[in-house]
């Protein structure tokens, strides 16, 4: 049996805990600040609230889009999927989920880009 080098057992241990936040919440002293952790976990659970809106709107857009009751190129779908994605970013970066966070933040840009689009062919006051 091999025994682990050190930059593997670093690795490891660095990988356990994969947030920031959480790297530094297991590193506090024992004198932390009363209503620290509730303060830490009201933020995780918004965060987390509004990553579950953010799939609900992707998922909810695709839906529509699937049965025929929302067209791709409508402003409602473009919305739908911007928002979701912008949630998901939110989301995704306090997981520490890099490639998850840059696929929604490119998704976001392209719906606002389709939204740009949409209210440009419009034209002023939205006709």
Request: charged letters at 15%; proline letters at 4%.
């Amino acid at each position: 049996m091999r025994r682990a080098c050190a930059w593997q057992a670093q690795l490891v241990s660095a990988s356990a805990v994969p947030h920031k936040l959480s790297r530094d919440l297991a590193d506090r002293s024992p004198r932390q600040e009363p209503g620290d952790d509730e303060a830490v976990g009201h933020v995780a659970i918004f965060v987390e609230l509004v990553g579950w809106i953010g799939a609900l709107l992707i998922l909810g857009a695709y839906i529509l889009v699937s049965t025929g009751r929302l067209s791709g190129d409508s402003a409602a779908f473009q919305w739908m999927n911007a928002m979701g994605a912008t949630f998901f970013v939110l989301n995704t970066w306090w997981h520490g989920a890099i490639p998850s966070m840059v696929l929604n933040i490119i998704w976001g840009c392209i719906g606002f880009t389709a939204l740009w689009r949409i209210s440009r062919r419009k034209g002023p006051g939205g006709q």
